[in-house]
Every structure is written in structure tokens, then in C-alpha cells.
């Protein structure tokens, strides 16, 4: 044996092994003492100092690396694991889906279409998936690092298949223009697609929406007819299954009717709030997300699975297929062993080739704990969403800037009146900042029609009804201080 031959294994197991006993007890701690922790603190700056340093040549060793991880992430991170974090569109995570992702961590395998478990288990998971949001039986998917990924996938698949460009062989220049419609609400991962794919920001049709958000329907269908005659090629209508800025929700079976009669691709954005289709009870209001050609959401947002878990459903392995499928000797499958061609070719259905085991904290977190309980978890956080819209609409001193449709509660703070938007924007703007660093609660922002909005997206199974209790308390608290600081 040749003595200098080295590897990244430990001398001795048992020290890892032990530390890594330690770990798994420290995060067990750290999840059941979440409530009691700040939700979020910012990093002093001396401790960002030790993360601008040169690159370690020499081992520090597993103990150390475990200590500065406790002192220098640990307490600052994002804070999205806590019971009162309700910014932007974040999940939690869960105990047994932080111990799947160490098992994926132990195998690391690359879910690329191998005939392998990792394969079968994603496969799964993606059955499971249309299955519990009622999308349909022929569709094929897969798992990708986000929405943003999730719906870059589905408007690729969209261009990639209109006969009218051979965007795929040819490119685009030459092409006639496509054009892409959403409403005006849409999320900026859309806007993005839409510029990787080399279609132009100009090629997004941004179209108004009702007071409830919604996109309109005849604006909509007068803007296809616009570019048509203009020489455009109208290539796919993007529906909103749950804005991001208030979680309305576009008329689906409106927008598929118009799909439909203008053979143009129909997708949805459902990023969060598809995850609502898995509750009998809430599906009625995403009627027509079945129709979509494509459907775009993430489980690491309100199915409350860590960080990263995307999905794209497509309506057909055909097309799907052809919009990623490539021609490599080196790739092709085998007739038998490893790279057997009977398994689903994950790298045909998507830009990656090596893919992470995100599967199994999918697969192993559904079956620990049923869908049934995360249907109940995602009503639990609509009715919550009601209950903060009740207590906003009975204080005198808040207001509710959008109608609730589903789990994202818009407010501001207004005193007891005399104040304009310009100054309800300034006060609102440093009531969050200060709501953030007291480290109490973690709403988020928007505006809306020109108001700064404090934003709470409800995707989070630890909140509980008093959380949001005090958010208003707070909220008031906070802003009654601005005031009587601005009155002197
Ligand atoms: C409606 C909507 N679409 C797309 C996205 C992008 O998803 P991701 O952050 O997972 O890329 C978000 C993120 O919040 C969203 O709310």
C-alpha cells in the first residue's frame, strides 16, 4: 500500500462519529427552542470579518469548524425556521426532513436518470405530487431548485415546442417575435424566464388586473390580438396560482379557455399556492390549474419542505421531452446495468445533468407524516390569514391594503388619521425595519397602488394564533412610538 495514498475519510471514525452525535442533539435542541429564540438578529460586524478570510491550506479540524459554525451561522441565520417568520414566501423544514437530507448527504447520489433508488424515489415523489394537486395522470416532472427554476422549466418547454420558431435547432434571430402575456402581478421569476429564454423583456406582456388582483380576462385577450396582427406569435399565457404580493388568484379556467382558443402554451405560476389544490376544501378556488399545460411550484414554500424543492409538472413526456433531450454518446442509455434505459431520464427533463437527492426528504417527510396532515397545516394557515385580517380590520389604527384570498395578509400602520401615503410610507418603511431587528416577528414588504405594505405570507407550520396576536400588538406598539417621535 502506497502510505501518502490519502482521502477525505477521518483517521478515526469514532471522533466523527461522536461529533456528529453531538450535531444531530444540538439541532434537535435548537428546533424545539426555536419560539424562545429572536427570529432573526443581523451579524456584528466583527464576526463578519471572520468570514473574509483567505482560504484554510491547512486543516482546522472537525471540532473547530463545529464551533464556528454555532458562533458564526447559527445565530444569524435568516430565521425562516421560526414559528413567527412570515417574510416573503419561506418554509420551515422539519426534524425528519433535516435527517433525510443528511442521509442524501451519506449516499450523494446524482438523480440523473440512473437505475437507481434515487431515480425510483423521485419518480415517486412526482406521481405523489400530481396525484395530491389533481393535475393530470399523463403529466411527467421533476424536481427542480425552485419556482424561479420551476418556471424558466415550463416556459422553456413552451418555447422549445412552438412550431412556429425551431427555437431549439435554429435559435431565435430570424424567428418571428414570441409573446408571452401575465398579469402585471406576475412574479419577477417569469420576467427572468422570459429573458434567459431570449425572448426580451419586451416580449412580456405585463396585463392590468381587477381589484382583486386578478388579471382581466378582455385585456388579456385584446392584447393576443394586438400582437397577431402586428406579426407576433403569441406563445403562452401565464395564470397566477397565488401572487406573491397578496396570493390572488387568477381566473384559471378563464385563462385555459383563452389558451385553448388561441393554441397558445397555458402555465401557471402556482409556486405557492397550488400547494392549496391538495385541500379539498381550498381547490374550488384554483379551478382550471388542471388545464395547465405546464404547472410550476415549490414544496420548500407551503408544503413547508428545507430548502431546495421546485417542481415543474408537464402534460406530456413528449414534449417535455424534446425541449431538453440531446444527442451525447457518453449519456446515452445502456441496454443494461447502471445506465439502463428502462428509468426516467431526469437530464431530459430539465438543464441539469448531475442533480441533487432532493427526493428524499420529499419522499421519507410525506410518508412520516401523511398528506392528510399537511392538507390540515395549509387550511390551518388560511384560517390563520383570516384571524390577522380580522384583528387588522378591527384596530382602529391599521389598515388592510389587499382582500385576502388565501394565506398573504397586506397592512400598514395609520394612526389615527391626518397622515398621507407619503408619510404612512416612511412611518411603515421604519416600522418594519424595527419589527425585524427586535427580532419579535419577520413580516416582509410590497406596495401596493404606491402604499408601502407590511406583508405576512402564512406558509408556516409552527405559527400559532397568538403569534399573530402579537404581530398586531406589536405592530401598534411600534407605530404609536413612530408617531409620537415624529410629533416630538
Ligand atoms: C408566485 C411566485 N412565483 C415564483 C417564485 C420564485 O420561487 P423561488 O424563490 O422558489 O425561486 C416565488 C417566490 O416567492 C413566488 O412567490
Request: proline share 5%.
Amino acid at each position: 500500500m502506497d502510505s501518502a495514498e490519502e482521502s477525505l475519510d477521518p483517521e478515526s471514525w469514532s471522533e466523527l462519529r461522536e461529533l456528529g452525535h453531538r450535531m444531530v442533539d444540538d439541532m434537535f435542541d435548537y428546533l424545539a427552542g426555536l419560539r424562545d429564540r429572536p427570529v432573526w438578529q443581523p451579524m456584528p460586524d466583527e464576526l463578519r470579518g471572520r468570514l473574509r478570510q483567505p482560504p484554510p491550506d491547512e486543516p482546522e479540524g472537525a471540532q473547530r469548524v463545529y464551533a464556528d459554525f454555532r458562533t458564526l451561522v447559527l445565530p444569524y441565520v435568516t430565521g425562516n425556521a421560526h414559528p413567527r417568520f412570515w417574510g416573503w414566501v419561506c418554509g420551515q423544514g422539519s426534524g425528519m426532513a433535516m435527517l433525510a437530507e443528511m442521509l442524501a448527504g451519506a449516499v450523494n447520489s446524482s438523480v440523473d436518470g440512473f437505475d437507481d433508488a434515487g431515480t425510483q424515489v423521485e419518480a415517486q415523489v412526482i406521481e405523489w405530487c400530481k396525484t395530491i394537486l389533481g393535475y393530470r395522470d399523463e403529466a411527467t416532472g421533476i424536481l427542480l431548485s425552485g419556482g424561479s427554476m420551476a418556471n424558466f422549466v415550463g416556459l422553456a418547454v413552451a418555447r422549445n415546442n412552438c412550431d412556429a420558431v425551431a427555437a431549439k435547432r435554429s435559435g431565435l434571430s430570424g424567428a418571428p417575435p414570441l409573446t408571452v402575456y401575465a398579469s402585471a402581478e406576475t412574479h419577477s421569476s417569469v420576467q427572468k424566464s422570459v429573458q434567459l429564454l431570449g425572448l426580451g423583456t419586451e416580449a412580456l406582456r405585463k396585463i392590468p388586473v381587477d381589484e382583486r388582483h386578478r388579471v382581466r380576462l378582455p385585456a388579456l385577450a385584446a392584447a393576443i390580438e394586438t400582437d397577431r396582427a402586428a406579426g407576433r406569435v403569441p406563445l403562452c399565457i401565464v395564470g397566477n396560482a397565488g401572487t406573491v404580493n397578496t396570493g390572488a388568484i387568477d381566473d384559471l379556467d378563464g385563462l385555459a379557455d383563452i389558451a385553448e382558443r388561441e393554441g397558445v402554451w397555458f402555465h401557471v405560476d402556482g409556486a405557492f399556492g397550488a400547494c392549496a389544490a391538495i385541500s379539498a376544501t381550498l381547490r374550488p378556488r384554483l379551478a382550471g390549474l388542471e388545464r395547465a399545460d405546464s404547472l410550476a411550484f415549490d414544496l420548500h414554500k407551503w408544503m413547508y419542505f428545507p430548502y431546495e424543492a421546485g417542481c415543474t409538472l408537464v402534460r406530456s413526456d413528449a414534449e417535455h421531452r424534446a425541449a431538453f433531450q440531446y444527442d451525447a454518446p457518453y449519456m446515452a442509455p445502456a441496454e443494461r446495468g447502471l445506465a439502463a434505459a428502462r428509468n426516467q431520464q431526469f437530464t431530459e427533463y430539465g438543464p441539469q445533468l448531475s442533480r441533487g437527492f432532493r427526493a428524499l426528504k420529499i419522499w421519507m417527510g410525506l410518508k412520516e407524516q401523511g398528506v392528510d396532515k399537511f392538507r390540515r397545516l395549509i387550511e390551518q394557515n388560511v384560517r390563520q390569514a383570516a384571524y390577522l385580517a380580522e384583528l387588522v380590520t378591527a384596530a382602529p389604527d391599521l389598515e388592510l391594503l389587499a382582500p385576502v384570498e388565501l394565506n398573504v395578509v397586506c397592512l400598514r400602520y395609520c394612526g389615527t388619521g391626518g397622515l398621507g401615503d407619503d408619510q404612512l410610507n416612511d412611518i411603515n418603511r421604519e416600522l418594519l425595519s424595527r419589527l425585524q431587528e427586535s427580532g419579535t416577528v419577520v413580516p416582509s414588504h410590497t406596495v401596493l397602488d404606491g402604499r408601502f405594505a407590511l406583508r405576512a405570507a402564512i406558509t408556516n407550520h409552527r405559527s400559532r394564533r397568538e403569534d399573530f396576536e402579537l404581530f398586531v400588538e406589536e405592530v401598534r406598539k411600534v407605530g404609536a412610538g413612530l408617531i409620537a417621535e415624529l410629533r416630538g
